[in-house]
């Protein structure tokens, strides 16, 4: 059989890339067509996405990837665009870091109780949940106009083929999706006031989601009918589609501007413990449930990056690989760290105040993140085991920070299992073998991830020393 060519569109909250993919019978290629950094704006009401500017960029990012049989358009979870009857933006989509959500969650769990929210959607309780945004801006202008919500990725599939659908894996964030039935939470939806309307017909991934329109094909420079697919486009499914895992017992931790770090399974826990420790249900591809949490993740860095003025990552990296291991800690899961902003004083205040040395020169912090996000991993992946009764005995670290070796081998030491890194660009990967295996040029995640095994390069890290400091750190900041 022949290769085939497909085109990912990967939305990350840090950047956006499109990606050329080749897959067939043992070939799986993906190369960078185009890489843009996607930068919130801060706007007197709030701060926004810049959404035409994303879709400025992957528009030149699919002239540059050339022809292709197919395009998939994935991205972060949450958030929307609201298009009023004319199907026009309104307005720019609100960026999860908004404050505006603040105190919402407890004001929703006073007409639905939190243990009744996590038995209709086993979704962990983040502020920024889709539910609880659209709860902030019930009375909103916008909201009085809105005819119709579309969520990130599905908004630029509108964009490009004039077509409306809400795909399901990205739905399961929203707070609105029964993670048993697969479906919308009717009741909850009732109680609440949400109007599902709002919302486009549910998409499988790999269901046809229209074709580009004539426009943007003359745009990119397309020949012929270019068909649109729509994947898991919620990134961190693709990202777990792309987990090059050979057997069943295992665990993951897609590294980016988050850490999401958990299992795969093929069906939902929704015990009290379970919600209780914060973990999520949230839909994977065929038929899956990617039980994890929320770990705040490099987000904490980058910030941090930022506030010294972009210095260069490698040399921050190796600069922090000379200081003392585990010396102060933060809670990475603590959303104290959601909002941006004078990052490097935030986490030496966290220091401060659970009496640990404070770390000074950004080696130092640098240390005290890596650290921090080792342990936060090293707690999900032993919680969810427990919580999942399902043991695992090797951990997939993909996504961006699969380049950050020091992340990777101390991840592995607290965890005290192998780390297996790779692919660093798993959304896209998982993106591109969705569009494949709708074509048929690949079978079930099995089969893509025997593909992904067999053609990309990973890098293995060994544990090393016993995990007795990590189970100290973990006492010193009262999680034992
Ligand atoms: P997102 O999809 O959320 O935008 P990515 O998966 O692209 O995030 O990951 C971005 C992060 O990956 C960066 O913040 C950085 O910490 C890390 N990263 C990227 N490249 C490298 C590298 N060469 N070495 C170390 N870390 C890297
Ligand atoms: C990662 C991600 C994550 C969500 C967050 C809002 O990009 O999609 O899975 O929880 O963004």
Not at 35 to 53: A, C, H, T, Y
Request: glycine content about 10%; charged content about 20%; some cysteine.
């Amino acid at each position: 059989a022949a290769v085939k060519s497909y085109a990912a569109v990967d939305l990350g909250a840090s950047s956006g890339r499109v990606m050329a993919g080749r897959v067939g019978p043992g070939t799986l290629e993906l190369t960078e067509a185009h890489r843009f950094p996607n930068r919130p704006v801060r706007l007197p009401e709030g701060l926004r996405w810049d959404m035409l500017g994303l879709y400025t960029g992957v528009l030149d990012g699919l002239r540059a990837a050339g022809g292709v049989d197919s395009v998939g358009i994935d991205g972060w979870a949450v958030d929307y665009g609201l298009l009023d009857a004319d199907g026009a933006l309104l307005g720019n989509p609100v960026h999860y870091r908004d404050p505006r959500t603040e105190g919402i969650a407890e004001a929703v769990r006073a007409t639905v109780p939190a243990d009744e929210l996590y038995a209709a959607t086993g979704l962990q309780d983040a502020p920024f949940n889709t539910l609880y945004q659209l709860e902030a801006a019930r009375t909103s202008a916008q909201a009085t106009y809105a005819e119709r919500l579309l969520l990130v990725p599905d908004l630029i599939t509108y964009w490009l083929t004039g077509e409306q659908g809400t795909e399901l894996t990205n739905a399961s964030t929203t707070g609105l999706i029964d993670p048993v039935t697969r479906d919308w939470s009717y009741g909850l939806a009732r109680r609440l006031g949400v109007d599902l309307s709002l919302f486009a017909p549910l998409r499988q991934p790999g269901d046809p989601a229209g074709v580009l329109r004539p426009e943007v094909r003359e745009l990119i420079g397309a020949a012929g009918p270019v068909p649109v697919t729509a994947v898991a486009s919620h990134d961190t499914a693709s990202a777990v589609a792309a987990v090059p895992a050979t057997k069943e017992r295992f665990a993951y931790i897609c590294t980016g501007t988050w850490s999401l770090a958990g299992l795969e399974l093929d069906a939902p826990v929704l015990t009290e413990e379970s919600r209780t420790a914060n973990f999520t249900n949230e839909l994977g591809l065929d038929g899956t449930v990617r039980y994890l949490r929320n770990i705040t993740g490099l987000w904490l860095l980058q910030e941090c990056v930022r506030a010294w003025g972009d210095p260069d990552l490698g040399e921050l990296l190796r600069a922090a690989e000379g200081v003392p291991a585990l010396r102060s800690v933060v809670d990475a899961c603590d959303t104290a760290f959601l909002a941006p902003g004078r990052m490097p004083e935030r986490i030496a205040e966290a220091c401060r105040a659970s009496g640990q040395p404070v770390p000074g020169s950004p080696a130092e912090i640098t240390r005290c993140v890596l650290d921090s996000l080792a342990l936060a991993h090293r707690r999900a992946i032993e919680d969810a085991q427990r919580l999942a009764g399902h043991p695992v005995d090797v951990v997939h670290v993909v996504g961006g920070g699969a380049r950050n070796a020091l992340l990777c081998r101390l991840t592995a030491d607290a965890c005290g299992l192998p780390v297996v890194a790779g692919p660093a660009e798993a959304a896209a990967f998982g993106n591109v073998l969705v569009q494949a295996q709708a074509q048929r040029v690949v079978g079930d995640r099995w089969h893509m991830r025997d593909l992904l095994t067999r053609t990309q390069p990973l890098t293995r890290y060994e544990p090393q020393g016993d995990t007795a400091p990590w189970r100290a750190a973990e006492v010193r900041l009262a999680w034992r």
